[in-house]
Each structure stands twice: as structure tokens, then as C-alpha cells.
């Protein structure tokens, strides 16, 4: 089975859930899967690579929740996001190259900076299309700290 026929078995499935009041356990664990949550992890490793990993991509337009968590032992991050359909690698830089320069790029949400272990969450509602997550301390997003989100109508 494709991973798009099963969604849309499982959409059917959830709609015809709509219209009946008994709730088993089944149902809810299908709503679970539904839902818009984004987890979030970003951390370094020992070879000097950023990463940032999402729980999962694509997601459905509508709310989503991200669930942020700084996994770095010594490193302070931050969560931005912005649509565009710009490959990462060819985003505007600042004089000096270590920081996207955010003021030519239109749209950006900021979660701000989380502290090594820390966690922030952000909700938005996204439309269909394209978004890049990247971190913008200083040499982070060279390093590789960012991903691509993919928005589903
Ligand atoms: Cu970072």
C-alpha cells in the first residue's frame, strides 16, 4: 500500500468515526496519527555538523504544533520558519556568511533561543507550499542546521 492511499483510508475511516458516539481506543490512536504535531530536535554532532530533524514531513495545511527541543549538551539554538520555495543553500546571506540575513527574507516566525536542553513550542497555521526551519546562531545554518517542510493541501 502507498503511503497516500493510506491516508486516505484512514481519513475515511476517521470520518466515518464522526458519526458514531461510541469512542474506542482505536479511534483515538488514528486521531494521534492525525494530528499536527511537529517534534522538533536540533543538535550537533562531534564532526562540527548542525542538524535539524523533524518527526515528520509532510504535514497537512492547518494548525501545527512544534515541539521544539535543543538537544545540544553546550550549544544555545533558536527555531525559525519561513515559506519559501529558495532551496536553503542559495538563501541570502549576511555579510561574513555565518547568519541568514532574515531582513531579506519576508514571513519569518521566531521561536527565539532555547538554552542546550531546553524545550519551546510554537503553534502556527500553515497554508499548502513549502517552509524552511533553520537555526541563525552564528555558523549554525552553514553547519546544516536547517530542513525543509513539505505543506500538503
Ligand atoms: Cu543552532
Redesign the pocket.
Known sequence: MTPSSAHAISSAIILAFLGSPVAIADDVELMKTKSSIVDVA?T?KPDGH?IMILSRNPVRAGPILFKVKNE?PN????FLIVKADLDPTAFPMEEGGTRVDEAKLSGIKELGDLEPGRSGQMQMTLGPGRYVLF?N?PG?FMAG?FATLRVAP
Open positions: 536540533m550537533n548542525q545540544s550549544l544555545v539554538h533558536e537555526c546562531q549554525h542546521m
